[in-house]
């Protein structure tokens, strides 16, 4: 027989169908989330989908995000954060492009051309779909 949780199998389905019948958003909220990670604690996955109505790999997803050795979210549900720096993502310079015009004439008479300015990866790219289809 489970122990008695903080949040119990049958307090968290409720909280689930409540969330359902008020039109769910695209996310399932945090808290929610986080109430059913801690079930699995104490419930067997296979009883957590069945109550919440969630499948397998949503419910590994919310376990891996929120592991249940992570600190215990409070009754609000609100956690505050320690304030981080904020880092200015590296800026790295842009490959150079090259204006090039590439013409493959097919045995038949037919022909594909390619011009464009394009990095050297890109050039390459183009060059492979002119080799295909003459092949």
Not at 9 to 22: D, G, K, N, T
Not at 54 to 62: C, F, G, I, T
């Amino acid at each position: 027989m489970p122990k008695k949780s903080h949040s119990n199998l049958a307090e968290v389905q409720s909280a689930f169908a409540a969330w359902r019948q008020r039109g769910r958003t695209r996310t399932t909220p945090l808290v929610l989330r986080a109430q059913a990670v801690n079930l699995l604690a104490e419930y067997s996955v296979r009883a957590v989908m069945k109550a919440l109505h969630v499948d397998y790999r949503r419910l590994s997803r919310w376990r891996r995000e929120l592991s249940v050795s992570a600190v215990p979210l409070p009754d609000n549900g609100f956690v505050e954060l320690p304030a981080a720096p904020l880092k200015k993502p590296a800026v790295t310079a842009p490959p150079p492009l090259t204006q090039l015009t590439l013409t493959r004439q097919a045995p038949d008479g037919s022909a594909l051309s390619i011009s464009a300015e394009l990095s050297e990866a890109q050039w390459r790219w183009a060059l492979g779909l002119l080799q295909e289809s003459v092949s």
